[in-house]
């Protein structure tokens, strides 16, 4: 008998009175995906996350993890999350939190293993109401794993870290994730998602509008960036780019110039050509930003 996958979200429906946040939603997620779930501000992520954990009841469909109800894999210990809204006692310890919620479980990881995987262990005898926003973050962290969770779910978990704290906790990350757990996280930070995730979960209005590998929703966006600059004013070469039937987009700023083009060969061959000053030159694949801002800015859509 196949196990049951550990997130299974069939039909779900969230309507806060004339708004529907989630809008029939469907999303398996397999044992050992590291999966990123991304969206503008109001697409339904934390409240899909919300109905996944049994925080919220859905308005229609299921949710499902472990093929059981939310809660039940919550209290196992099978669960853990690391919530926006997830509080700590601000006149304890970080230490002293990770125990308390150790103490509320089975079989959890050894409270010092927690603070050490987490990368809190050098400020886990502060007050939490004496942490910064980074560091509040990576104590919330520890206390998601101290259940030794099968399930991590992660809403904006690097939310208020600098670049180091981030870089750190994703190194964190990828050792937990090459145990076999599933992590599900849901962040603004594209570049993670592109680094981090095996799958991308992209949301719009409350519904899946792509679900694949990075590489799969980046190819949603045809074509290349071509950039660079110029020694010389513009004096309309923009115009003249943007007059070609494989020019997308053409950004021009001070002395430089972005394009985004279905043909980058045939734009380069042009700019050569053209103005002998252009320099700096570089032409890339398109990125998740581009992906991201394709498929949730793209025109609503008049029915399912």
């Known amino acids: 008998m196949t196990a049951a996958p550990p997130i299974r979200l069939t039909g779900l429906v969230k309507r806060f009175g004339p708004l529907t946040a989630v809008d029939g939603v469907d999303l398996t997620i397999e044992r050992g995906e590291v999966v990123a779930l991304l969206g503008p501000n109001g697409a339904g992520k934390s409240t ?58 089975r079989h959890p990881l050894p409270v010092a293993e927690a603070l050490e995987r987490a990368g809190v262990t050098a400020f886990a005898k502060q007050k939490v109401g004496r942490l910064s926003g980074g560091q509040l973050q990576r104590a919330r962290f520890a206390v998601a794993i101290v259940s030794d969770p099968e399930l991590l779910i992660l809403d904006e978990p690097t939310a208020a870290m600098d670049v180091e704290g981030r870089r750190a906790f994703w190194a964190s990350m990828r050792e937990l994730t090459g145990t076999g ?62 007059a070609l039937p494989a020019v997308q987009l053409v950004d021009a ?46 025109p609503a859509e008049e029915s399912r």
């Open 48 to 105: 899909s996350i919300d109905l996944a954990l049994g925080l919220a009841r859905p308005s229609g469909g299921t949710a499902e993890l472990f093929g059981g109800a939310p809660r039940d894999a919550v209290v196992a210990g099978r669960v853990g999350a690391m919530l926006q809204g997830g509080a700590l006692l601000p006149t304890t310890t970080v230490a002293e939190s990770v125990a308390l919620v150790a103490a509320a479980h």
């Open 253 to 298: 700023r001070a002395d430089r110039l972005r394009i985004a083009t279905t043909d980058s060969d045939a734009v380069l061959r042009l700019v050569l050509a053209e103005r002998a000053d252009a320099h700096d030159v570089e032409v890339a694949a398109r990125t998740m930003d581009d992906a991201f801002l394709a498929l949730t800015t793209a």
């Open 181 to 242: 757990r599933t992590v599900v996280f849901a962040t603004h930070y594209l570049e993670e998602a592109d680094a981090s995730a095996d799958r991308v979960v992209m949301m719009r209005r409350g519904r899946v509008v792509a679900d694949g590998t990075p590489a799969e929703v980046k190819a949603v966006v045809a074509g290349r960036t071509l950039a660079f600059a110029l020694r010389r004013p513009v004096d309309g070469f923009d115009d003249r780019l943007r």
